[in-house]
Nanobody, 128 residues
Framework: QVQLAESGGGSVQTGGSLRLSCVAS????????MGWFRQIPGKEREAVAT????????PYADSVKGRFRISHTHANNTLSLQMSSLRPEDTAMYYC?????????????????????WGQGTQVTVSS
């Protein structure tokens, strides 16, 4: 059973940067997809970025392309999201997620229902 724990959220001004981290404990298996999602109250959870087997980066959400970067450190099984040029519309609860079920497909077309394990979330607030 994989467990995920996020950290790194906070409040920044427009144009600022934040780095989110997610430590995964447990066995992720031979093929796995990890990703970052975000959710605003009253809206559906949306995929931000994914990475397959900690190596192959999946598609970024259009709204974050060129500003966010997902990465994975195998040594300590930590998923990261480097966020730059932050905007007020990036304000959301950010969640780390993982799945070993149809991992490659779920990384290419990430949907919340495709992911089995979720972190508790970390709030990011960007003020104008």
């Amino acid at each position: 059973q994989v467990q995920l724990a996020e950290s790194g959220g906070g409040s920044v001004q427009t144009g600022g940067s934040l780095r989110l981290s997610c430590v995964a404990s447990g066995d992720t298996g031979s093929d796995y997809c990890m990703g970052w999602f975000r959710q605003i109250p009253g809206k559906e959870r949306e995929a931000v970025a994914t990475i397959f087997n900690g190596i192959i980066v999946g598609p970024y959400a259009d709204s974050v392309k060129g500003r966010f970067r997902i990465s994975h450190t195998h040594a300590n099984n930590t998923l990261s999201l480097q966020m730059s040029s932050l905007r007020p519309e990036d304000t959301a609860m950010y969640y780390c997620a993982a799945t070993m079920r149809r991992a490659r497909s779920n990384c290419i077309i990430p949907r919340p229902t495709g992911f089995d394990t979720w972190g508790q979330g970390t709030q990011v607030t960007v003020s104008s």
